[in-house]
């Protein structure tokens, strides 16, 4: 078997479309064919097409990756999810997340602090919920420990709770039962330990 030509895909000017013996075989990324340095009229074996496809497809999907990290930091395990749903094999799998590890492309300990300063930022919640949300993004509770006891206080978290709990505040309001179920409904779905909204009620009411 014989290259016979390549050429570039019109819509993907970073792949590449192999012909052997003159028929149209699999396509290559840019850095697979300069690589192995393939050109026309080289010979080639079943085993080593085998090869190229493979090492192809490890690019493919890691230049995917790449490009949805750049939307937003991800968790490792985001970021297998992602990947087992494009249902590609595990071996590929297996290496792709290791050169993002290697190059930093994705570390736990950095997103979960990243995930826990945009929350506090843009959508406030409790440190109970935050917990709750770095574990379903699978970052082990070592991890959420730390970055919880360094970005959330009991102070800090009860001045975002009392922030939002005023923000639910009408105009004119009574402060009896029903604003109280209302408050801590709200706070306590938000995350916020009990104690802090129990505090938090307390001052709304002190401060009338």
């Known amino acids: 078997m014989e290259i016979t030509a390549i ?3 019109k819509k993907r000017k970073d792949r590449f479309n192999i012909f052997i ?3 149209y075989a699999f396509a290559l990324d840019g850095e697979t064919l300069l690589k192995h340095h393939l050109k026309k009229n080289q010979p080639v074996t079943q085993d080593y097409i085998e090869q190229l496809i493979k090492e192809s497809e490890f690019a493919k ?3 995917q990756t790449l490009m949805l990290i750049s939307k937003r930091p991800r968790s490792q395990k985001e970021i297998k999810d992602y990947l087992q749903r494009k249902e590609i094999g595990e071996k590929t799998l297996d290496l792709v997340i290791e050169k993002l590890q290697a190059k930093k492309f994705i570390d736990d300990s950095e ?3 990243w995930f826990v300063e945009q929350r506090l930022a843009f959508r406030p919640k409790g440190k109970r919920m935050l917990q709750l949300e770095l574990r379903q993004k699978g970052i082990a509770p070592d991890i959420i420990d730390g970055v919880l006891e360094d970005k959330v206080s009991r102070e800090s978290e009860y001045e975002q709770a009392l922030v939002l709990a005023r923000k639910k505040l009408p105009q004119t309001a009574v402060f ?3 604003l109280k179920k209302k408050i801590y409904g709200f706070l ?3 995350g916020f330990a ?3 909204i129990e505090a938090v009620w307390r001052d709304l009411k002190a401060q009338i």
């Open 111 to 113: 997103f979960a602090s």
């Open 61 to 63: 999907w890691y230049n």
């Open 188 to 190: 306590g779905r938000r």
């Open 21 to 23: 013996d003159g028929k």
């Open 7 to 9: 050429t570039s895909q």
């Open 176 to 178: 009896d039962l029903e």
């Open 194 to 196: 009990w104690e802090t």
